[in-house]
């Protein structure tokens, strides 16, 4: 459950990144710069804008299925819960009272 939650907080901080970074390239004016491997890249804004929507729509993918996976390992916990609950109650009343 952890490792999932650390895969959504993950693609949500990559998601919000992405975002605020296509809000910077739209109030551009110019050309804008990219980092590659270390170096700054001179590119079209629209290039630019392309990538990271293309970027948001697979973290959009991405973030969807983290939430299905801990929707999933949440009603399976709530199941067990439940099973636990029923036997512990079960055993207790098998235990007689003194």
Do not use: C, H, W, Y
Request: charged share 40%; net charge positive; proline share 1%.
């Amino acid at each position: 459950m952890q490792t999932i939650l650390m895969q959504k907080q993950k693609s949500q901080i990559e998601l919000n990144e992405v975002n605020n970074a296509l809000e910077e390239v739209n109030k551009a004016k110019d050309d804008v710069f990219k980092m590659l491997n270390g170096i700054m890249i001179k590119s079209s804004k629209d290039k630019i804008i392309k990538e990271l929507e293309e970027k948001k729509k697979t973290l959009d993918l991405k973030l969807s299925s983290v939430e299905k996976q801990e929707k999933i390992l949440d009603d399976k916990a709530d199941k067990l819960r439940e099973i636990i609950n029923a036997e512990i109650e079960k055993q207790q009343k098998k235990v007689p009272k003194s």
